[in-house]
C-alpha cells in the first residue's frame, strides 16, 4: 500500500523545520501543505482563519472525521545544533508545530491510497496556535457552516515522552490559559522629590506580591491554579518616576468556576491596590488571550484508545495526567459540537528513559530534558514521524467506515 516514505516524511519535516513561520504569518507552510494536498487529490481551500488550510476527501456517505494540525513557529533563536537548524533569524519550530504538519500529510498520503474506508476525511491546518487564536479564526471564517459536520476531533502534540509512547488522560488533560495585560496608571516626576508623584513601580509591585496571594490564600489544596507574572515594564531612566507600569500574567486552570474566580480576584487586587495608593486613574486590565480547558471525550477516548494501542501497543500508551499547558484545537471541535480526542506523540531519545514500566519514572525523566518551547527542543525524527503517521491513520479509520468495494473518489 502506498505510503509516503520514510525519507520523503523527513525531507519535508527538515524543510519545514529550517522554514519556520510565526502565528498567522505561515504563508509558505500553506503553500507546502495545498500542493501536497492537491496532488492527493483533496479538495483545498486556503485563507481560513487567515493562512489555515483545510482538506476534503470524500468517499461518498459515511462518518465524517476531522483531523486538525498547527503551523506556527516561535519568536525563540534555535539552539538544537541540528543540520536542519532554523534559517531564518529569531524564529523556531521549538513546540514541534513542524511534526503535527508532517505527520498530517504523512497521514493525508496514506489516506488517500487506501481502499478500505468509507466516509469523509477532512484534514485542518490551523494557524496561530501560540496565540490560542487561530481555531477562533478559523471558526470565524465560517468553515464550520460550509465543512461536513464530524462525528470527531482528532488531535495529537508532540512531547518530550519517549519516542514509541504515547500519552493520553481522559477528561481535563491540558489547562484553560487568560493572558492579561495590566497597565498601571501613576504620577510621574523626579525621582529625588516622590512625594509629588504617585508612582506605579511601587503599586505594581504591591500587586504582584498580592496577585502571588491568590493561588496561595484563595484557591483550595483540592484545586489547581497557576499564576505567573512573566513581564514587568515600567521607566526608562534611573531618576525619573514614570507615569505607567505594566504587568503581564498568565493564569492556568481546569476547573471553570477555580477560573472565574481567580479572573475575579485578579482584578479586584489590581483595582484594590491602585486605589489604596491614591491614583486618579484606574488600572486597566485587557484579555489579550484566552482558550478553555481541552477535555477528552471519554466515550470518544474509549472508541479511540484502541487505534492508539494497535500502533504502540497498549503498554506504551500512558495516562501523563492533567498538564498545565494549554491548546485551542477544543474551540474547533466545541464550534463543530463534536467530542474532542487529543492525545501526547513522544518525541524524546528513548536511551534517555531507563524505566518504562512506570509512568511516575516516565514522567521524572521528562522533567530533566528540554521542553516545548525551549531553545534546545528538537524531537527526534525516527520513528518519532512514523508514529505520529500511523497514530493518526489508525484513529481516523476506526471512526470511519469499512469499504470492502474498494472505490476511491472524491
Given at each position: 500500500?502506498?505510503?509516503?516514505?520514510?525519507?520523503?516524511?523527513?525531507?519535508?519535516?527538515?524543510?519545514?523545520?529550517?522554514?519556520?513561520?510565526?502565528?498567522?504569518?505561515?504563508?509558505?507552510?500553506?503553500?507546502?501543505?495545498?500542493?501536497?494536498?492537491?496532488?492527493?487529490?483533496?479538495?483545498?481551500?486556503?485563507?481560513?482563519?487567515?493562512?489555515?488550510?483545510?482538506?476534503?476527501?470524500?468517499?461518498?456517505?459515511?462518518?465524517?472525521?476531522?483531523?486538525?494540525?498547527?503551523?506556527?513557529?516561535?519568536?525563540?533563536?534555535?539552539?538544537?545544533?541540528?543540520?536542519?537548524?532554523?534559517?531564518?533569524?529569531?524564529?523556531?519550530?521549538?513546540?514541534?508545530?513542524?511534526?503535527?504538519?508532517?505527520?498530517?500529510?504523512?497521514?493525508?498520503?496514506?489516506?488517500?491510497?487506501?481502499?478500505?474506508?468509507?466516509?469523509?476525511?477532512?484534514?485542518?491546518?490551523?494557524?496561530?496556535?501560540?496565540?490560542?487564536?487561530?481555531a477562533q479564526a478559523m471558526v470565524d471564517s465560517g468553515i464550520i457552516s460550509r465543512l461536513p459536520n464530524p462525528q470527531?476531533?482528532?488531535?495529537?502534540?508532540?512531547?518530550?515522552?519517549?519516542?514509541?509512547?504515547?500519552?493520553?488522560?481522559?477528561?481535563?488533560?491540558?489547562?484553560?490559559?487568560?493572558?492579561?495585560?495590566?497597565?498601571?496608571?501613576?504620577?510621574?516626576?523626579?525621582?529625588?522629590?516622590?512625594?509629588?508623584?504617585?508612582?506605579?513601580?511601587?503599586?505594581?509591585?504591591?500587586?504582584?506580591?498580592?496577585?502571588?496571594?491568590?493561588?496561595?490564600?484563595?484557591?483550595?489544596?483540592?484545586?489547581?491554579?497557576?499564576?505567573?507574572?512573566?513581564?514587568?515594564?515600567?521607566?526608562?531612566?534611573?531618576?525619573?518616576?514614570?507615569?505607567?507600569?505594566?504587568?503581564?500574567?498568565?493564569?492556568?486552570?481546569?476547573?471553570?468556576?477555580?477560573?472565574?474566580?481567580?479572573?475575579?480576584?485578579?482584578?479586584?487586587?489590581?483595582?484594590?491596590?491602585?486605589?489604596?495608593?491614591?491614583?486618579?486613574?484606574?488600572?486597566?486590565?485587557?484579555?489579550?488571550?484566552?482558550?478553555?480547558?481541552?477535555?477528552?471525550?471519554?466515550?470518544?477516548?474509549?472508541?479511540?484508545?484502541?487505534?492508539?494501542?494497535?500502533?504502540?501497543?497498549?503498554?506504551?500508551?500512558?495516562?501523563?495526567?492533567?498538564?498545565?499547558?494549554?491548546?485551542?484545537?477544543?474551540?474547533?471541535?466545541?464550534?463543530?459540537?463534536?467530542?474532542?480526542?487529543?492525545?501526547?506523540?513522544?518525541?524524546?531519545?528513548?536511551?534517555?528513559?531507563?524505566?518504562?514500566?512506570?509512568?511516575?519514572?516516565?514522567?521524572?525523566?521528562?522533567?530533566?530534558?528540554?521542553?516545548?518551547?525551549?531553545?534546545?527542543?528538537?524531537?527526534?525524527?525516527?520513528?518519532?514521524?512514523?508514529?505520529?503517521?500511523?497514530?493518526?491513520?489508525?484513529?481516523?479509520?476506526?471512526?470511519?467506515?469499512?469499504?470492502?468495494?474498494?472505490?476511491?473518489?472524491?
Amino acid at each position: 500500500m502506498p505510503t509516503m516514505p520514510q525519507t520523503r516524511l523527513i525531507e519535508l519535516y527538515e524543510d519545514l523545520h529550517r522554514n519556520p513561520e510565526l502565528s498567522f504569518n505561515e504563508h509558505l507552510t500553506a503553500g507546502v501543505v495545498s500542493a501536497v494536498l492537491r496532488d492527493l487529490g483533496f479538495v483545498v481551500e486556503e485563507g481560513q482563519g487567515g493562512t489555515g488550510v483545510v482538506g476534503i476527501l470524500g468517499r461518498g456517505t459515511g462518518p465524517v472525521v476531522w483531523l486538525r494540525a498547527d503551523m506556527d513557529a516561535l519568536p525563540v533563536v534555535e539552539a538544537t545544533g541540528v543540520t536542519y537548524t532554523s534559517e531564518v533569524d529569531g524564529v523556531a519550530h521549538a513546540c514541534g508545530h513542524d511534526v503535527h504538519v508532517a505527520c498530517l500529510l504523512g497521514a493525508a498520503t496514506e489516506l488517500a491510497y487506501r481502499k478500505d474506508w468509507g466516509g469523509t476525511v477532512v484534514l485542518i491546518f490551523q494557524p496561530a496556535e501560540e496565540l490560542v487564536k487561530g481555531a477562533q479564526a478559523m471558526v470565524d471564517s465560517g468553515i464550520i457552516s460550509r465543512l461536513p459536520n464530524p462525528q470527531v476531533v482528532l488531535a495529537q502534540h508532540v512531547a518530550p515522552l519517549p519516542a514509541g509512547v504515547l500519552g493520553y488522560t481522559p477528561g481535563p488533560m491540558w489547562a484553560a490559559t487568560d493572558s492579561l495585560t495590566i497597565t498601571i496608571f501613576g504620577s510621574g516626576g523626579h525621582g529625588s522629590r516622590p512625594e509629588t508623584t504617585i508612582d506605579p513601580v511601587v503599586i505594581a509591585a504591591a500587586t504582584i506580591l498580592r496577585l502571588q496571594t491568590i493561588v496561595s490564600r484563595e484557591v483550595a489544596t483540592t484545586e489547581t491554579a497557576v499564576l505567573t507574572v512573566g513581564a514587568v515594564n515600567a521607566g526608562s531612566k534611573h531618576n525619573i518616576i514614570p507615569e505607567t507600569a505594566t504587568l503581564l500574567v498568565n493564569i492556568r486552570t481546569y476547573d471553570p468556576d477555580v477560573r472565574k474566580r481567580v479572573l475575579a480576584s485578579v482584578n479586584r487586587i489590581v483595582f484594590a491596590e491602585s486605589q489604596a495608593a491614591g491614583a486618579s486613574r484606574a488600572p486597566e486590565v485587557q484579555l489579550v488571550e484566552s482558550s478553555p480547558t481541552l477535555v477528552n471525550d471519554l466515550d470518544a477516548g474509549r472508541q479511540t484508545l484502541p487505534a492508539l494501542h494497535s500502533v504502540v501497543g497498549a503498554a506504551n500508551v500512558i495516562d501523563p495526567g492533567p498538564l498545565p499547558s494549554s491548546e485551542d484545537v477544543q474551540v474547533l471541535s466545541a464550534a463543530a459540537g463534536a467530542p474532542l480526542v487529543f492525545w501526547l506523540l513522544g518525541g524524546a531519545a528513548p536511551e534517555h528513559f531507563s524505566d518504562l514500566s512506570s509512568v511516575k519514572s516516565v514522567m521524572e525523566i521528562v522533567r530533566t530534558l528540554p521542553s516545548n518551547h525551549s531553545p534546545q527542543y528538537c524531537p527526534v525524527e525516527i520513528p518519532t514521524l512514523a508514529i505520529g503517521v500511523d497514530a493518526l491513520v489508525a484513529a481516523a479509520l476506526i471512526w470511519l467506515d469499512p469499504n470492502t468495494e474498494g472505490d476511491h473518489y472524491v
